[in-house]
């Protein structure tokens, strides 16, 4: 089935998400949409699959016009979404997950359960899935869960495949995996719709690539262009991909985390016994897959967790069980791992926000009186210094873009003198040029001395920033390597498998992983 | 590379201008406010009419001599709507100036404790906290007020300063359990100030039966009067009712402005309230906050009771507050959680009451329709898309019922 999108244009008020873009997708193509976030890649394939009436243009199957009124029209129509969260209910098996929302009936209204576990056999034989129907989904990890999510579409007889974002919560090896049944699916003659903004995702398995910015498609690309060309289609103007970084010159270990053990409300230990140090003028970067106790770790050194056994030290005072005022004045910046929730308050203003941890502190009080005026011209200046684009400092900074907003982060966390650095996932979500900037920051604040410490789930970014790398998962820190690891051994770990073996595996086996192995030779390392 | 089409990217307002606009002219926060209140009015006149005699009489010959029906529906409404305005402003019709502005006078009377207690729902609303407990916090505050005013003997000045602050103090108190409940249990402030008001009023119901509170020589709950030296002094002389309270809620109102837009705690509270994990992770501790603006709250709540029994009442009674607590959310929420809007909405509400009594007075309509004009006007603040289908119109700027109200979930 050929899929084709003809002059979609999609308006939020004034904003234009989507301008008159032409899409075609056929089957057996791997069709690879690539843009930042905010570009309106999400919007148009919500479109495509009914959740969003397009305001112009016309959706055409096999040349025939159509119109969705809804998911429910879109997939009787062919089309199956795999979004970057899963629709999965998780105290359901398998199959009951793959047939909710069109149960099969057997006589007086019985599920015919079987006929379900039957399908889910088919298909996962079919593509080589090893997806076993009657596992409950909480069960089972998110690369299979996400397989779970590719067999609903396919028992729907889904022609056209969306994917969005599939890469993001999956290990290196996982998305090896997902590029391995995307080819398998591309035989069967699937069409696939691939978003992305990973580069190197997009080079190792797109036919086709549409590159969108801000709304409107800039235009084609082929998966021969070389990551800068892309990055720079996706972006609009020249990128540096690599970080500019010296080696570094480490000095005390001014801060450490000993034995460290915590415990969440239902007594599970999230994070289990780690230890580790953070060298002045040194980033020590913690890889690993999402939720593998990284944020509370995180947490813990800012003071924001109970249940904490074990040693935070910094310049040989114990923060354990201070508050986060307490942790903030003994001189740690911390960006927090979601913006939106944890860093910023979005309605107060930009300036408002600069100073959301020193308010109460000279010259922005003195003794309970708050002092606007100071509050602006000081943000005035920050606002300069750190390029964040806001007409005024006035505005609301829940109306700047994601690296904007970023930005004010950093610059109200780096405009006091700070002995520790924190960063979790720093450049989640931002532009690839604003990931430039924050990057450059980071290692600016490394060579002042400065121990840093980056938190981040790409291995891109861990690659281009690290000195050292501690890989963490299952709350325990599975070793510690050298900056320039190679990706195969750090995806071996963070899937678990200890630093010697890693190493062994991926020197015997070079060619087990093909995305990652041309990645490794091809990417961006520093 | 292939073909880089460099297309004008779309400018993210310039469309604004060229697309036609779909509905009337766009209205903002304040002319919403004005259209719910027009709106309002409007479903009360339907009120009016369907209640009146004159009109339901001659509607039984309506389709003989229709006329008649419309001018009994517009005798009603013209003459019950004059009313209200003339209880409420100045009445025209009045031999003396000082008859004259007596509905004023009154209005600003009945404003005085909607202005205080609507501040103590208003802040809390700031902080991220739905304060349903001012009528508690009232009541207690009244008791306490109450007993230092008759059971003590101070001299004068003093006794009235020490009587003000122990009010507000029993009010602070009250509403601080509330938010110490929060802080240290996370127990909902909802359901704790709903259980605490009832506390309040059937705790002071039993004081007023013990001879502590009970005036010598009666039966039924009244406290002895307040002495003298403890009243809140008149304002324009014994002719009229309206008393210093007035003072105390103007200044409890711009102390409420420089609390949040010129303090620290302030921007504590606000931060709190827009988004508490952002402010914990700013180092800001919320538990704190809570306690603090809810001990706050209690004290404004509180001058409205000090208010009613040093001034308005001159004595304790079980009935004190009389759902003042719940209308002071209604203000709050018309006034949108700022000082100005609240001193505003107060003044609307004690306009509304104080012109309703005129209004039963002079024409017989109930004065019960002023509390559905209260909370039709709320109601429609609270919907918008209901305004703007009505009046065609856009609207910009949330009115911000929806969004100051998030404490319900909070």
Redesign the interface.
Known sequence: MELELRGVTK?F????AN?HIDLVVSPGEIHCLLGENGAGKSTLMNVLYGLLRPDEGEILLDGEPTHFGGPGEAMQAGIGMVHQHFMLVPVFTVAENVMLGHEQVRGPGLLDLEASREQVRTISERFGFHVDPDALVEDIPVGVQQRVEIIKALARQAKVLILDEPTAVLTPQETDELIEIMRQLKESGTAIVFITHKLREVRAIADRITVI??????????PT?SET??AS?MV?REVSLTVDKSVSEPGEPTFSVTDLVITDARGHRVVDGVSFQVHQGEILALAGVQGNGQTELTEAI?G?RDNIAGSIRLDGAELVNR???Q???AGVG?V?EDRT????????SVA?NLV??L??KPPY?SG???R?AVVRAEAEKLVKEFDVRTESVERAAGTLSGGNQQKVVLARELSRPLKLFVASQPTRGLDVGSVEFVHSRLVRERDEGIPVLIVSTELDEVLALADRIAVMYRGKIVGIVPGGTSRDVLGLMMAGVSEDEAMAQAQAQPEASPAGARASTQGGQP | MTATTERPSPSQGGDADAKPARRGPTVGPAAQIGLSIVLALAVGAVLIVASDEDVRETARYFFSRPGDTLAAAWRSVSGAYAELFQGAVVNFGADSFAQAIRPLTETLVAATPLIAAGLAVALAFRAGLFNIGAEGQIIVAAAVAAYVGFAWDLPVVVHLLVAIAAGALGGALWGGIAGLLKARTGAHEVITTIMLNFVARFGVAFALSTSVFLREGRNDPISPEVAPTATLPLLLGSQFRLHAGLLLSLAAAVFVWWLLSRSTIGFQFRAVGANPDAARTAGISVERSYTGVMLVAGGLAGLAGVSLVLGTEGYLTGGVSAGLGFDAITVALLGRGSPLGTVLAGLLFGGLRAGGVAMQAGTGTPIDLVLVLQALIVLFIAAPPLVRAVFRIRTSGAVGVGQISKGWNG
């Open positions: 308006r008020g004034t904003l234009v301008d910015r801000r709304g409107a498609v800039v235009g084609q690309a082929k262009d060309d892309l289609m609009g800012l924001l508050t986060a005022k942790v903030l004045e911390y927090p929730t944890d860093g910023l308050v979005a309605s107060f408002e959301l941890d308010h109460d009080a309970l009186s708050y606007p």
